[in-house]
């Protein structure tokens, strides 16, 4: 029986070194200008939370969550406006290099995965993978 606890171990190294670390710093200087302006703290503190998921993303998952309502979708809207159309940008510019190099591929897969929960990630919760259905946890 393979030890996929180190199977994603590796990934993530190698993500780390290949593309997490320049991911999560935007994601970190998203999340500084958001708290800087005060009326987006809430797109910072996500943003935040999602520096987190991008810098070490294998064994974990985003799903919905169940009571997000309007306000995230209004949120979101306006997040794409002031960084998630950028943090997207990122995404793609970061998976060019790791399509090319032909051993990335599959993070450059993984890093095109990342685009929606840059453009969208109110009503979103980054869940460990583990579960044969990851669900939102309260």
Do not use: Q
Not at 57 to 86: C, Q, Y
Not at 121 to 134: F, H, M, N, Q, T
Request: glycine letters at 10%; one cysteine or more; proline letters at 7%.
């Amino acid at each position: 029986m393979r030890d996929d606890g180190r199977v994603k171990t590796l990934l993530n190294i190698i993500w780390l070194v290949l593309a997490g670390l320049w991911l999560a710093l935007g994601y970190v200087a998203a999340g500084i200008i958001c708290c800087v302006l005060i009326v987006t703290i809430p797109f910072g503190i996500a943003s935040f939370r999602i520096a987190g998921y991008a810098l070490w993303p294998f064994g974990r998952t985003v799903v919905d969550k169940p009571t997000a309502g309007a306000w995230s979708t209004i949120g979101n809207v306006i997040w794409v406006l002031v960084a998630g159309i950028w943090l997207a940008i990122g995404h793609v510019l970061t998976a060019i290099p790791l399509f090319v190099s032909i051993i990335g591929i599959p993070l450059g897969i993984a890093n095109l995965k990342l685009i929606p929960v840059s453009l969208l990630p109110l009503g979103k919760e980054i869940v460990p993978s583990d579960a044969p259905y990851p669900t939102y946890r309260h």
